[in-house]
């Protein structure tokens, strides 16, 4: 059973910088997992943020930025604001099972 | 844009099934994959499948092979997700989406409880 794992919590002060990451139970995570990051606030459905490792979409702030760090997905906020407080999830796709893995999410919290 | 918009809520009793309708809107429906995902309550996101509407080809996670069907009907732009011999643990939202355009439709509840 492959197995996708987030940071369960994460602290952040309003304005730094706080970097998510997302690990496969498989191994390193490379561009070939098409990594995925969604945010969701309370009573909300996700919205789509990062697809494809790095590409934004329109609606993407400038200061969520992704990338592959040390054999893991990573999401990067940078300038963090109180908005930003939410659920985040990645989503990776497994290539030989044509299967795709939810990590288990992140809880940031803007103090 | 894409946009998807879902069926409403639905109640059933255990041993039933659902069927979960997704009607899409804005662009060319045979273009892309539709995924479903679920939330059970204060869970996190789970992926049970997607559809190829093009084709009508699916994968499915394998933990609902044989009591999901994901079906399209190309007519109506829409896309089905059908969950069989529901337990109360499959009380959840289930949400249609194209990840990689960056749409989701707004889930729908299904409530099993007898």
């Known amino acids: ?111 | 844009q894409v946009h998807l918009v879902q069926s409403g809520a639905e109640v059933k009793k255990p041993g039933a099934s659902v069927k979960v309708s997704c009607k899409a809107s804005g662009y060319t429906f045979t273009g892309y994959y539709i995924h479903w995902v679920r939330q059970a309550p204060g869970q996190g996101l789970e992926w049970m499948g997607r559809i190829n509407p093009n084709s009508g080809g699916t994968q499915y996670a394998q933990k609902f092979q044989g009591r999901v069907t994901m079906t399209s009907d190309t007519s109506v732009s829409t896309a089905y997700m059908e969950l069989s011999r529901l337990r109360s643990d499959d009380t959840a939202v289930y949400y249609c989406a194209t990840p990689n355009e960056g749409s989701w439709g707004q889930g729908t509840l299904v409530t099993v409880s007898s």
């Open chain 1, 1 to 111: 059973q492959t197995v996708v794992t987030q940071e369960p919590s994460l602290t952040v002060s309003p304005g730094g910088t706080v970097t998510l990451t997302c690990t496969s139970s498989t191994g390193a995570v490379t561009s070939g997992y098409y990594p995925n990051w969604f945010q969701q606030k309370p009573g909300q459905a996700p919205r789509a943020l990062i697809y494809s490792t790095s590409n934004k979409h329109s609606w993407t702030p400038a200061r969520f930025s992704g990338s592959l760090l040390g054999g893991k997905a990573a999401l990067t906020l940078s300038g963090v604001q109180p908005e930003d407080e939410a659920e985040y999830y990645c989503l990776l796709y497994y290539g030989g099972a044509q299967s795709w893995v939810f990590g288990g999410g992140t809880k940031l919290t803007v103090l």
